[in-house]
């Protein structure tokens, strides 16, 4: 069919993270999403360890401030509801 996954990682602590680690593994997604987003920048070392996995950053980038903090940390997208930050995506990277 020539699906992609996406396996969605909700980050709110350690053990969270551990638990999402394992899932990856197991299900070996083609990328995964780390919410929210915010966090990428603390814990991408740790996932680029454990897991070669692209990684999208997601929930709660308000403005461009985390975007450029999410794409500094390795991301390979960022996921957002916020029609501004579409807009500025439209005319500066177009």
Known sequence: ?????????????SVSLD??????K???????????GMVC???MDRIRAEVDVP??????MI???DFDTALKSGVIGISTSSKELWRW???HMA
């Open 63 to 65: 403005d461009l401030e």
């Open 19 to 24: 638990n999402g680690i394992k899932m990856i």
């Open 26 to 36: 197991a299900s070996n997604p083609d990328a995964i999403e780390v919410l929210p």
């Open 89 to 91: 995506q439209d005319e």
């Open 1 to 13: 069919m020539g699906l992609l996954t996406v396996q969605r990682l909700f980050v709110f602590d």
């Open 55 to 60: 990684v999208i950053a997601g929930g709660l």
């Open 41 to 43: 920048q603390r814990i």
